[in-house]
């Protein structure tokens, strides 16, 4: 027998030796590729059994994250508080001759933006209504404190930085004593006020804003006379958002 195996050509084992080779690594991969696969099998039911419907159970210890991102832009449905003052000092806008009256404003500030984030740059960004409270405390002529309230649009642009600059513009109502009866005869009277500022966010959620602007108060020629208090202001606040 062993003189049979003799005779049979070098190249007849050749070939035999190169194709048992690969069939037995073949067979040796395909062990360890099953044993793999119940070894990979136990693990998801581990897993899952470990996980629950729910996921996996809280370690109690992960932070809570604000959903406001100033960098991105306001969402639907965020308010803001907010309060701002600075100075006012009038300025001829519709007569020839204005009257001589500072006035100090508090503006008290409610806001909620009403849409999503949208637009192309640079005009991206999200529109916000704003009920303002205010305090008109006139230091010149006379020192006199008056109030009333505005109803503001605000449109809150998008720069993917902490700088959020913004435009807004309203309508209001006032009843101050503003001691002007050559320019202005009645004491409750109508406002239009707005104007361009910034905000920067000093966290997610906390604010300061500058701001310049108009401030027109007459009484819509109710009663003459009727020229007017047009001011300009400049501003300083701060924003909680949330």
Same mark, same amino acid.
């Given at each position: 027998?062993?003189?049979?195996?003799?005779? $049979?050509?070098?190249?007849?084992?050749?070939?035999?030796? @190169?194709?048992?080779?690969?069939?037995?690594?073949?067979?040796?991969?395909?062990?360890?590729?099953? @044993?793999? %696969?119940?070894?990979?099998?136990? =693990?998801?039911?581990?897993?899952?059994?470990?996980? %629950?419907?729910?996921?996996?159970?809280?370690?109690?210890?992960?932070?809570?994250?604000?959903?406001?991102?100033?960098?991105?832009?306001?969402?639907?449905?965020?308010?803001? &508080? %907010?309060?701002?003052?600075?100075?006012?000092?009038?300025?001829?806008?519709?007569?020839?001759?204005?009257?001589? $009256?500072?006035?100090?404003? *508090?503006?008290?500030?409610?806001?909620?933006? #009403?849409?999503?984030?949208?637009?192309?740059?640079?005009?991206?960004?999200? &529109?916000?209504?704003?009920?303002?409270?205010?305090? &008109?405390?006139?230091?010149?002529?006379?020192?006199?404190?008056?109030?009333?309230?505005?109803?503001?649009?605000?449109?809150?642009?998008?720069?993917?930085?902490?700088?959020?600059?913004?435009?807004?513009?309203?309508?209001?109502?006032?009843?101050?004593?503003?001691?002007?009866?050559?320019? &202005?005869?009645?004491?409750?009277?109508?406002?239009?006020?707005?104007?361009?500022?910034?905000?920067?966010?000093?966290?997610?959620?906390?604010?300061?804003?500058?701001? *310049?602007?108009?401030?027109? =108060?007459?009484?819509?020629?109710?009663?003459?006379?009727?020229?007017? #208090?047009?001011?300009?202001?400049?501003?300083?606040?701060?924003?909680?958002?949330?």
């Amino acid at each position: 027998m062993i003189n049979g195996f003799r005779r $049979i050509p070098v190249y007849v084992w050749l070939a035999v030796l @190169a194709i048992a080779t690969p069939a037995v690594a073949w067979a040796e991969t395909s062990e360890q590729a099953v @044993a793999l %696969g119940r070894e990979t099998e136990l =693990i998801a039911i581990r897993t899952l059994a470990f996980a %629950g419907p729910d996921g996996p159970p809280s370690s109690g210890t992960e932070k809570s994250t604000s959903t406001i991102r100033p960098e991105v832009g306001f969402q639907s449905g965020t308010w803001h &508080l %907010g309060v701002k003052t600075g100075g006012a000092d009038t300025v001829k806008i519709f007569a020839n001759r204005h009257p001589d $009256i500072q006035f100090v404003p *508090v503006f008290f500030q409610i806001g909620y933006t #009403v849409t999503d984030v949208h637009g192309p740059f640079p005009v991206r960004g999200s &529109l916000e209504v704003i009920f303002e409270p205010t305090l &008109l405390v006139t230091t010149n002529p006379e020192t006199e404190v008056g109030g009333g309230a505005s109803l503001l649009f605000r449109y809150n642009f998008v720069t993917g930085t902490r700088w959020v600059p913004f435009f807004e513009v309203g309508v209001g109502i006032l009843d101050a004593d503003l001691n002007a009866p050559r320019d &202005l005869a009645t004491r409750f009277n109508f406002t239009i006020l707005g104007g361009p500022g910034i905000n920067y966010f000093l966290t997610d959620n906390l604010a300061i804003l500058g701001q *310049v602007g108009l401030h027109h =108060i007459s009484n819509a020629g109710r009663k003459s006379p009727n020229v007017g #208090v047009n001011s300009v202001m400049g501003l300083l606040g701060i924003s909680y958002y949330f």
